[in-house]
């Protein structure tokens, strides 16, 4: 049986995932994602460290904002933000 990979890393999946809808809870960004919860603490955690996105509180929420101004950190980006790919990636799922 060939090896199951995904294209994008499991910080792709979360951030796509804040993309399609910032006030995911974590358990409901995980379930999406085929990933643990804690998992997924920790990639919103180390985002948010690393200035991808901002977490506000709305209500009992947390809601998340992507940083429109983020270059992704590898040299083979170039000057790619973070909302380029999202919008990228959600522009091709819609597509027919």
Not at 27 to 35: D, F, K, N, Y
Not at 76 to 93: E, L, N, P, R, S
């Amino acid at each position: 049986m060939p090896k199951k990979w995904n294209f994008l890393s499991n910080h792709g999946l979360v951030i796509l995932h804040i993309v399609q809808n910032s006030q995911a809870t974590l358990r409901e960004i995980a379930l999406s994602t085929g990933l643990t919860e804690r998992a997924v603490y920790q990639i919103v955690r180390e985002l948010e460290q690393d200035r991808f996105i901002r977490k506000r509180k709305v209500g009992r929420r947390n809601a998340y904002t992507l940083n429109r101004e983020a270059i992704l950190s590898h040299p083979v980006y170039g000057q790619v933000t973070v909302v380029d790919v999202g919008k990228i990636i959600c522009d091709a799922a819609q597509a027919p």
